[in-house]
């Protein structure tokens, strides 16, 4: 599997994450013998070692970035702490979205019963009928939509996009399971709708200017045509 390298100097590097890939395995992981992470087929292509700068859950594709040093990690740490970068997604979901809205419902942390802070940005791009029923409804009815995360808490996506009754299209935990088996019946699309499409932010390093952006996956293309959402 050959990554796109989408942005590199000789700080950082940022690549496309394909989706059911993790970053990194666990400690003493048993999918370590199964699967390569991002991290070993980065290692493997580039022959070097490459540290995160941040996390994707492993079903959600796109932009990741890394650095060449861990002597750097936490310089580039700092702009997403001090919510200095810009990070934008792509989704699609159940039913037709606002034109706008910003969602601040709270969200619980991992392990943990304490509930954060969190704002998401949502902007509807595109919307779709179908003539294909799904229960309890004789069509269907999807919406392209762009998130820009405000805070970084676990899966806040997905919980925001499910809190406001459109969730995303492939979420096994937080979606639709008819939505989500209607479209791998209907079009083999298994993997979930949600993509790290752009980071903007200032270089620490180079005091650069920086609009990075990541290449669909396969199954985005083929809806994108298919929908005819071009």
């Known amino acids: ?39 070993q087929l980065l290692e493997v292509q580039l022959q070097q070692k490459f540290y995160p700068v941040h996390r994707l859950d492993r079903r959600t594709s796109g932009i990741i970035l890394l650095t060449r ?3 750097n990690v936490a310089k580039f740490q700092k702009l997403f702490t001090d919510n ?14 606002p034109e706008t ?27 779709i009928t179908l003539d294909i029923p799904v229960k309890p409804y004789d069509t269907s009815r999807y919406s392209l939509v762009e ?13 925001h996009m499910n809190k406001i009754s459109h969730p995303l299209i492939g979420d096994g935990k937080y979606g639709d399971k008819n939505h989500n088996s209607m479209f791998e019946n209907e079009f083999g ?15 620490p390093i180079l005091d650069k200017q920086l609009h ?19």
């Open 1 to 39: 599997m050959s990554l796109e390298i989408i942005y590199e100097d000789e700080f950082c590097i940022a690549v496309t994450k394909p989706n059911d890939v993790v970053v990194h395995h666990a400690y003493h992981s048993r999918n370590v013998r199964d699967e390569q992470s991002l991290l």
């Open 69 to 71: 040093a861990t002597s």
């Open 84 to 97: 200095e970068i810009e990070k934008k997604y792509l989704g699609v979901v159940r039913g037709f979205s």
């Open 101 to 127: 809205k910003i969602i601040d419902t709270p969200v619980k942390g991992k392990d943990s019963k304490v509930h954060k802070e969190a704002e998401t940005h949502l902007k509807t791009l595109k919307n």
């Open 147 to 159: 998130l820009t995360p405000k805070t970084g808490r676990l899966h806040q996506l997905r919980i």
């Open 189 to 203: 699309w298994y993997n979930l709708f949600l993509h790290a499409n752009e980071l903007n932010f200032i270089h």
């Open 212 to 230: 990075l952006k990541s290449k669909l996956p396969k199954n985005w293309s083929s809806m994108i045509e298919k929908f005819n959402w071009v």
